[in-house]
């Protein structure tokens, strides 16, 4: 029987889970042969996880035009999505594509903005996965046909720890594993290290992000920067999680988070994780079965050091952790259900998409700013009112509902920095991006922000004074509008 | 030759952050990263220092070739002023000069002052911009704080 040929599309390959993800279940799909993976970054892909796709056999497209896109869905038997909510990601599904058999792989739960499933996804979509099962409380997910939705666990590939040894160590370690980013950690993530009372205990961060240098800050501001090593991301993790006693995987209360490989990875070996109950981490692990599940700050303190106090306690959760993520994760399994998946999605034809997108009151709200309309409709009606009473209100209603914006969590301002970048022309999503600039201390890109909008015509009071306050709190601060 | 620049406060705005210089030219709309003895310069100039003065605290400061420090410093000044981010200075008196303090007198390498140019902000990102930092400088927390 010929191979199925798949085409999967990321915004971007990086290093990390998704890309582990792929490189697993490509091992274990028996009517896929691995180089039948085509997958597309529509941005330029991290060299290194490209290096490890195509060790595992897999293609990767860097960066293709438009055309080489087009020819690839053409190909490809199955087009496969995979699910963040950004601006490429969206302008791939409402692009003018051939005729397509699609699956939307959802590599967040769906239970915050801006990681909204949105209708439009359903709309588009032969099939929905979710990653989570938390994500089937969503009321998107309740109103959608039983049969175009599925629950697909990303697995770990299980594989990597083949021969994985606990080595010896003085120190009490504690680790974390994963993006080192405030859109994904707890922010009270130093502080609670700090707060641990265990003797000669030690933090090892492993892996990238944009937050490093701000971890780093924090310790050394409350005296324990000499307690960490934070270590590159790394290709084998078997030394890592060998030094490590506890996974210590905190992460925010807005976490987009569903199969955390790491995670997964880390009770394979053995290891006990203490975790927050966010995003859909409470459906990987059980409280006092195979980690501990901590409701508050104080509590995850407390659980560290129950831990350290207790190694047979710690040992009995780390066997069951193992136990469980054996029994239920991996991505031996996750291979299996897509075989399902991809199987029944052969039975029907390939069809044109047309979508919510092709909707007139759509349309007509993007005939102005079409940038920051695009970001309101990903929001699918779930916290997007301060950007509507931004951009459709007098100055004084306005006003405030940006004082709001400016003062939303990493992930709402992660969100509105990739549409700014992605429209650079559309002056409101400049406005955002201005006020949050101004709220953290970004003066002078703030000003820049507020400048280019009064340059092109959106040159209301309040933008003045927005610009006026931003140059002066810049280090120079004489430039006036 | 140009003896002293001051920054050009016309449409330049800039702010340091982390140990670096990101300045705006606001006319031009393109963004410039000051890192390591780039951000040191910026800051010398920004407290009318001369451009001698300037050069002679680089080679007291500084491990390599005195020439190519020197050399290096008319290149870097020279780009800035094209960026116009720094334009001439004809009237200020110069600064006292520079003191070199005691912990100088460990050199560190000289590697080039480094500017970045950016036509827009998306390689700002990895300046780490996007995070909820409240007025003590943490990121803001919710739920039951450790105290």
Redesign the interface.
Same mark, same amino acid.
């Given at each position: 029987m010929a191979s199925l040929r798949i085409a999967h599309i990321f915004e971007q390959i990086r290093l990390g889970g998704p890309i582990y993800a792929l490189i697993g279940l490509s091992k274990h799909l028996v009517t896929i042969k691995p180089d039948c993976h085509r997958i597309i970054s529509l941005l330029p892909a991290d060299p290194r996880a490209v290096r490890q796709a195509a060790a595992a056999g897999l293609t990767i497209l860097s960066g293709p035009n438009k055309t080489t896109i087009k020819q690839e869905l053409a190909k490809a038997d199955i087009v496969q999505v995979h699910f963040w909510n950004n601006p490429r990601i969206y302008a791939f599904l409402r692009a003018k594509n051939p005729p397509m058999r699609t699956i939307v792989w959802c590599h967040v739960n769906g239970l915050h903005p801006p990681h909204i499933l949105s209708q439009s996804i359903f709309d588009f979509a032969d099939l929905v996965a979710t990653t989570s099962e938390s994500s089937f409380s969503l009321p998107v997910l309740c109103s959608q046909p039983r049969d175009q939705v599925e629950f697909i666990n990303a697995g770990a590939d299980f594989s990597r720890l083949d021969g994985f040894v606990p080595t010896a160590h003085d120190e009490f370690t504690v680790g974390y594993i994963g993006l080192v980013d405030?859109?994904k950690i707890?922010?009270?993530f130093v502080?609670?290290c700090?707060?641990i009372q265990v003797p000669a205990i030690r933090f090892i961060i492993c892996g990238d992000g944009?937050?490093l %240098?701000?971890i780093s800050r924090?310790a050394q501001?409350v005296g324990i920067l000499d307690r960490f090593t934070f270590i590159d991301h790394v290709e084998d993790i078997r030394p890592i999680l060998s030094q490590i006693d506890v996974l210590g995987h905190p992460l925010c209360?807005e976490t987009y988070s569903t199969s955390e490989l790491a995670l997964q990875e880390a009770m394979f070996a053995g290891i006990p994780p203490v975790v927050f109950p966010y995003g859909g981490i409470d459906r990987i692990v059980s409280h006092e079965r195979n980690g501990l599940v901590a409701q508050?700050?104080?509590?995850y303190?407390r659980a560290i050091e129950l831990l350290y106090h207790n190694p047979e306690e710690r040992k009995r959760l780390g066997k069951n952790a193992a136990i469980d993520a054996d029994g239920k994760f991996g991505s031996q399994r996750t291979a299996l259900r897509f075989e399902e998946v991809y199987a029944q999605l052969m039975q029907k034809p390939k069809r044109n998409h047309r979508n919510s997108f092709q909707h007139s009151e759509y349309k007509k709200d993007l005939s102005a700013n079409p940038g920051a309309w695009e970001m309101i409709h990903s929001l699918d009606n779930i916290g997007d009112e301060d950007f509507l009473d931004s951009l459709t209100n007098s100055d004084t209603q306005a006003e405030l509902a940006e004082k709001r914006i400016s003062?939303? $969590?990493?992930n709402m301002? *992660?969100h509105i920095?990739q549409y700014?970048?992605y429209y650079?022309n559309d002056l409101y999503l400049r406005v955002w991006a201005g006020v949050?600039?101004s709220q953290?201390?970004?003066?002078?890109?703030a000003?820049?922000e507020f %400048?280019?909008c009064l340059n092109n015509g959106l040159n209301s009071p309040r933008i003045r004074r927005y610009f006026d306050t /931003? @140059?002066s709190l810049?280090?120079? $601060?004489?430039?006036k509008s | 030759m140009k003896t002293q620049f001051k920054?050009n406060? =016309?449409? @330049?705005?800039?702010? *340091?952050?982390?140990n670096e210089v @990101? /300045? @705006?030219n &606001?006319d031009s =709309?393109a963004?410039y990263s000051l890192v390591g003895s780039c951000s040191q310069l910026w800051n010398l100039i920004?407290t009318n220092h001369t451009v001698e003065q300037i050069s002679t605290h680089f080679i007291a400061t500084l491990e390599g070739d005195s020439e190519l420090i020197t050399s290096e410093l008319h290149v870097i000044l020279k780009q800035l002023e094209e960026a116009g981010l720094i334009i001439e200075n004809l009237s200020m008196e110069p600064s006292p000069a520079i003191s070199v303090t005691e912990s100088a007198i460990e050199k560190n390498p000289f590697n080039g002052f480094e500017m970045t140019v950016y036509t827009?902000?998306?390689d700002? &990102?990895?300046l780490?911009?996007?995070?909820?930092?409240d007025d003590s $400088?943490?990121?803001?927390?919710?739920?039951?704080?450790?105290k």
């Open positions: 405030f859109i707890h922010p009270a502080r609670m700090a707060a944009n937050s %240098k701000e924090q501001e209360e508050n700050e104080v509590d303190v003062h939303m $969590g990493p301002r *992660n920095l700014r970048i650079p949050m600039f953290s201390g970004r003066h002078a890109l000003a820049a %400048k280019e /931003a @140059v810049c280090a120079n $601060g004489t430039v | 920054i406060n =016309g449409p @330049v705005v800039f702010e *340091n952050y982390n @990101v /300045a @705006v &606001l =709309g963004y920004l827009d902000m998306q700002l &990102l990895l780490d911009p996007v995070h909820d930092i $400088g943490w990121p803001a927390a919710s739920g039951d704080l450790i």
